[in-house]
């Protein structure tokens, strides 16, 4: 991702003067794509998608890029959090409604202890595809293509299971409706109300530590909620209190799915992906010159881009320029994922440089992607402390460079899994065989989410 990259065009410009269109990524190289078998198959499938209803409206991405310009003036905090990947067998009612319950209480911990607005965003109806580090996955001797997500093909390790099946796209699609629907309900239909603050508790997080904290917490809001009725504020009237706005994400990654669900806004006359509020592209596929960073440069949702290690400080301002021309606030999120020991070192030079250019860019950290290792169990996994490391370097980062620190982005889940080694009710090494059930990289469990954003809330008093 140097100017040495032949994937990188010799002159910014020229992509500048280029007609875009919901296709026109088609002209350029795309990292990350399944090597579909049946042409004509994926040609069907993306035909059922450009007549399908639009999973969100324009005017909704609107509204997140009003909460993100927010955030840019130190208004307000993200909070980006889901699975890595969702999963066609792991679907239910009880997994969502547990996951928002984790994000509620995150996003009230957040905003009790910061007393800024939390932006709620989850990584959720249409998280289903994953770039992968090789083509190709060899076990005894078998060749095979990699696991790229339930919405390309099957976990399972045969040659039936991996083979990409375009059917899955409109399968994730109808997958994301139907989680979206629940979403909406929960979060306008009095579940998100505050007054069931201590609701969202959930049952194995009741008696841990960090279950208590977060009683403590509500039980104070309450009393809060109780002084206002006094004062004579008629609480039923303030909706703000009984319901949520809480957006959808996904990785930008298969861009036929992205381009299928692009739309024209009948009232601005401006392209929306409306497979999302906000789409992000990943670390692997954010070459300038490249597909992925096209599409997303043409559709007026807000967007975010993954910054590893080995970004330049050119590199970043280059992509300020190409997705943010008419520097919006709110148009763009930048998410740091360093790594623990390598942010110190590699975030500042990237803070500085947007800074100078005067962006209004939201400053994220996904302080997962860039801690994950194999225990010598063999589980892929991170550590509590780790993540926590690489926030603390995050903050002491912007703090130096005058920077907001503009929110968090969390691999998390309301169940009671052990993928990720630590938090304050230890997981141990050992114990990562009892509840392993990620379909990709490991979450944290609703206690280690709850303790992260505890700690983070005293990073933001700081
Ligand atoms: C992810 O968010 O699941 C992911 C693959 O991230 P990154 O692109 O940062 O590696
Ligand atoms: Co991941």
């Known amino acids: 991702m140097t100017s040495a990259d032949p994937a990188e065009p010799a002159d ?51 509204s997140l890029t009003e909460a993100l310009g927010a955030v840019t ?72 293509p990699s696991f790229r997500g339930d919405m390309v093909n099957d976990f399972a390790f045969s040659a039936d299971a991996r083979r990409p099946d375009p059917q899955r796209l409109v399968q994730a699609y109808h997958q994301a409706a139907s989680t979206l629907n629940l979403l909406r309900a929960f979060a306008k239909g009095g579940f998100a109300d505050l007054a069931r603050v201590h609701a969202w508790n959930l049952e194995y997080v009741d008696a841990s530590p960090e279950g208590r904290r977060y009683d403590a917490l509500a039980a104070e809001i309450d009393r809060a909620l109780r002084f206002m009725a006094a004062c004579g504020i008629d609480l039923n009237a303030e909706h703000q209190l009984h319901q949520v706005d809480f957006y959808t994400s996904h990785e930008a990654l298969l861009l036929g799915y ?3 669900l692009t739309r024209r806004d009948s009232l601005t006359d401006d392209w929306y992906d409306c497979s999302a509020h906000l789409l992000w592209v990943g670390e692997r596929t954010r070459q300038l010159g490249g597909a992925h960073i096209e599409f997303l440069s043409g559709i007026d949702n807000p967007v975010g881009v993954k910054l590893g290690p080995s970004a330049t400080p050119e590199d970043v301002v280059a992509l300020c320029e190409r997705l943010d021309p008419t520097r919006k606030p709110g148009r763009l999120v930048l998410v740091s994922r360093m790594g623990a020991d390598t942010i110190a070192e590699a975030l500042p030079p990237l803070l500085r440089a947007v800074k100078l250019t005067g962006h209004p860019v939201v400053w994220m950290c996904d302080p997962m992607h860039g801690n994950t290792f194999q225990h010598a169990s063999g589980y892929k996994t991170r550590d509590f402390e780790h993540v926590m490391r690489e926030l603390h370097g995050f903050f002491t980062a912007c703090d130096d460079a005058g920077v907001w620190p503009g929110g968090v982005h969390i691999e998390l889940t309301g169940e009671n899994v052990t993928e990720c080694l630590g938090g304050s009710d230890e997981v141990l090494g050992d114990q990562l065989e009892q ?12 206690r280690q989410s709850l303790d992260l954003a505890f700690r983070v809330a005293e990073l933001l008093r700081r």
């Open 12 to 62: 910014g410009e020229l992509f500048r003067m280029r007609q875009w269109s919901p296709d026109s990524w088609r002209a350029l190289p795309a990292q990350q794509q399944p090597d579909w078998p049946d042409a004509d198959a994926l040609d069907a499938a993306l035909s059922t998608l450009r007549d399908v209803p639009p999973l969100v409206f324009a005017g909704e991405a609107r």
């Open 73 to 144: 003036e130190q208004r307000g905090f993200v909070l980006q959090a889901g699975d890595c990947a969702e999963s066609f067998d792991a679907f239910s009612a009880n997994a969502i409604r547990d996951k928002l319950k984790v994000i509620l209480q995150m996003a009230v911990v957040l905003t009790y202890g910061s007393g800024v607005p939390t932006v709620k965003i989850g990584r959720i109806a249409g998280q289903f595809a994953k770039p992968r580090s090789a083509p190709t996955e060899t076990r005894d001797g078998i060749e095979l």
């Open 258 to 260: 992205e381009e299928s």
């Open 435 to 446: 509840r392993y059930e990620t379909s990709c990289d490991p979450r944290l469990n609703a």
